[in-house]
């Protein structure tokens, strides 16, 4: 499993704008459960506010952070017998 998370500054970071799209799009749930109104959060000045306060503060602005997974199979020792891939039957098999 691996995570990982995007660490920005400064006044040229793309994180302002990817924050302020983040959420616009939850905006409607932030208020229909009541977190805070369209006034005050103030989507129209969301990205300036957040990168005049980060250029102020010398800070760093951390995106939510990805998550990834992976595993593998492992071959069963009862799985049925596959002749066709085998080697001696491919085409080619074996050749450079």
């Not at 005050?40 to 010398?58: F, I, P, Q």
């Not at 952070?65 to 080619?92: F, H, V, Y």
């Amino acid at each position: 499993m691996l995570q990982r998370a995007r660490v920005e500054h400064g006044p040229d970071s793309a994180a302002y704008a990817w924050m302020e799209g983040l959420t616009r799009t939850l905006l409607p749930v932030i208020e229909q459960t009541g977190v805070a109104t369209a006034e005050h959060v103030g989507m129209d000045t969301r990205a300036a506010r957040m990168r005049n306060e980060v250029v102020a503060k010398n800070a760093v602005v951390v995106l939510p952070p990805l998550i990834g997974a992976w595993t593998t199979k492992p071959l069963s020792r009862t799985a049925p017998s596959r002749p066709e891939l085998s080697p001696r039957r491919c085409p080619g098999a074996g050749t450079r």
